[in-house]
C-alpha cells in the first residue's frame, strides 16, 4: 500500500517539475525533481539516524546505489522499444559518472581499512564541497557550453519567440493560478506518501526479525528500492518519452544527493549533536557495486543507449538481490 500510494506522488512530482523547469530552467526542475525523489529515503533514514543506527543509514545510501542499474536497465528497455535507441548530453552523463566513481573509490575504501573519526569527517567535508561545485557546474557552467552548442540554431530561429512578448495579463494570471493549484496537490500528496513510508520504516525492525531474509538484502534491496520509487517512476516515464537527459540527471542526481549531501550533513550533525554515527562496514558486494558502475560508465561513455546495455545492467541488478538473498 506504501509503494501504490506514492504513484500519484510520481506523476505530480514529474509533470509539476517539468512545467516549471519550462518557466526556469531544466537543471533547476531536475533538481526538485530529485529533491523530492530522495524524500521518501530521507523519511525512512531519519528515524534510524537518531536511534544510532548508522547501519541502517548506510544501507540505504547502499541500496540507492544499487537500485541505479535497475533504473537504468528497466529505463533504457522501455525507452528502446518505443524509441529503438535513446541520446542524451554526452557531457553531463560522463560527469556523472566520473563523480559517482570518485564517491564510491573513497566510500568504499573507508569501509575497508580502520580510518579514525576525525579522517571520515574530513572526508565527508570534502564530499560536500564536491557536491556544491557540481550544483555550480549544472547551474552556471553547463548551461553556458550548451547555449554555444546552440547557438546557431538560436540565430536561424530569433523570430520564433515573439509570441512571449503578446502574453497578455490574463494568460499570466492563468499560469501562476496552475502553479499554485500544483504545488498545493503536490505538497498534499507528499504529505500523505511521507506519513505511509514513515510508518513502514517503523515496522522494518520486526520485519528483519520475523521474515527469513537477509538483513543485507532488507536494508539494501527492500529498503533501497521503496526509498527509490518516486524517483524510478519519474525517471522511466521520461526515458519513456525519449527525455533521456532529464532521466539520466534524475538518476545520477539521486545517487550523489545521497553522498554528496545527505551522508555528509549526517555526519557533520552527528558531529555537532554527538549521536554514534560509525563508518560503514565493508562487504565483498562493494566490489560488485563497483563494477557496475563501471559497466554504466561505458554505456553512457558515448552519449547513446541501447536495449542491449539495459538488459546488461537490469541482469547485475538480479544479481546483487540474489547475492544479498
Known sequence: MALLSLIPLCKIISDATEALSKYTSKNFGILMMTILGNLPDLIIIGPFFFKGHSEIVHGMIIGNLVSTPLLLGAGTLIGCYKNTMLKFDEIMGQNYAYLILFYLSIYFYSSYTNLTVSVFRFINIV????????????????????????????????????????????????????????????????????????????????LVEDLPLSENFLLIIVLGFIGSVPEHATSINSFYKNNSDSGLNNTFGSNLMMLGGVLPIFTILEWIMNISFSVVTFSPIFILIFITYILVYCAILDGIAHSMEGIVLFALYILIARILF
Open 127 to 206: 564530499f560536500l564541497l564536491v557536491y556544491f561545485c557540481y550544483l555550480y557546474y549544472i547551474f552556471s557552467i553547463h548551461p553556458k557550453i550548451l547555449s554555444k552548442e546552440n547557438e546557431s540554431e538560436d540565430k536561424s530561429s530569433d523570430g520564433s519567440d515573439v509570441s512571449i512578448d503578446i502574453y497578455d495579463e490574463t494568460e499570466c494570471l492563468k499560469i501562476t493560478k496552475y502553479f499554485k493549484l500544483n504545488i498545493l496537490l503536490q505538497l498534499f500528496i507528499l504529505v500523505i506518501a511521507s506519513v505511509i513510508v514513515f510508518l513502514v520504516s517503523n515496522v522494518m525492525e520486526s
